[in-house]
């Protein structure tokens, strides 16, 4: 009898176990769904790409001319 009382606690245990097991997945799957609703794909084009250096060295030169009138 003391054998069965304590194989139906572990059952229990178990039962308990799994059940928080899925609730932390299905909380998880929440976040992630989420996080997959934000997610914006990004849009193939024909266009070429072209980097903004030459907006960058215009900034980089205007600096030292800035810091040279302020001397």
């Known amino acids: 009898m003391l054998l069965l009382k304590q194989i139906q606690q572990v059952v229990l ?13 299905l909380e998880e799957d929440t976040i992630m ?12 084009n024909n266009y070429t790409y072209t980097d903004n250096d030459d907006n ?5 030169e205007q600096i030292p001319q800035q810091v040279t009138t302020l001397q």
């Open 33 to 44: 769904s989420q996080a997959l609703e934000t997610y914006i794909p990004l849009k193939a």
């Open 13 to 25: 245990m178990l039962y308990h176990y799994q059940k928080k097991q899925r609730k932390k997945e």
């Open 56 to 60: 960058q060295k215009k900034g980089n």
